[in-house]
């Protein structure tokens, strides 16, 4: 009788103790499972901060969070999709060369997109106007109406920065001394008055920078054509 008392008290033990574990289990599953979607939420917010209200699919699956995660909050936040893997919050700007640009990493915006930026032309052109290097497949970009310029691979980096758009997102843009190297080399498909206009308002400029000017203009080949309009308009 009492082997038989202590054999089921035993069994008792062992089955309090297993459900206890479960269930402590069970508990730490749900705090980890809680803990990795607040995690996950700070990481969207991040980027919707660094980027001004958009969100790239790869940008966040580079944080560690999954598709399928990136979609649900992309579903419950009713943002918009943009273009393939890209998202934009309801209540962001939606900003055209920024959207350009996350699609396309390698581009630089140029010519009169760049003047415009710069303040180098008061005119905003119709089409946004990019340059990248040779052997780039930009079929994508022209189909879009947007057009193209393609230079040598070393000059593609020649004079890039970064600036903000009207809207005040970052992206990839040559400095006046190559908008102005690009425009004389380009002058025959130029508007006129977009040409002058940039001239002028560069060579009044305080904070144009001569010395990159020339140097750029030595390594694109245009250095007699720009030390032209250096002599005119200095």
């Known amino acids: 009788k009492i082997r038989t008392d202590i054999y089921f008290l035993a069994t008792e033990l062992q089955y309090c103790s297993e459900k206890v574990l479960t269930f402590s289990l069970l508990n730490f599953k749900i705090i980890a499972n809680g803990g990795a979607h607040m995690n996950e939420v700070n990481i969207f917010d991040q980027l919707l901060e660094e980027q001004n209200g958009y969100i790239r699919l790869i940008d966040a699956q580079n944080e560690g969070v999954s598709k399928h995660s990136v979609l649900g909050y992309v579903r419950k936040n009713e943002m918009e999709k943009i273009a393939p893997g890209i998202y934009i919050s309801p209540d962001a700007w939606e900003d055209r060369l920024y959207s350009i640009q996350l699609r396309n990493r390698k581009i630089v915006f140029s010519h009169e997109t760049a003047l415009y930026i710069h303040n180098l032309s008061d005119r905003e052109p119709f089409s946004p106007v990019i340059t990248v290097g040779r052997g780039y497949n930009a079929k994508h970009l022209k189909d879009n109406g947007i057009v193209v310029h393609t230079v040598r691979q070393e000059w593609l980096e020649l004079g890039l920065t970064k600036a903000q758009t009207f809207t005040g997102n ?27 206009k940039a001239l002028t308002s560069y060579f009044s400029d305080s904070e144009k920078n001569i010395h990159n000017l020339m140097e750029y203009a030595g390594i694109m080949g245009v250095s007699d054509k720009v030390r032209q309009y250096t002599e005119v308009l200095l």
């Open 170 to 196: 970052t992206v990839r843009i040559y400095d006046k001394e190559r908008c102005i190297c690009d425009i004389i080399k380009n002058k025959k498909r130029m508007d006129i008055q977009v040409f002058q």
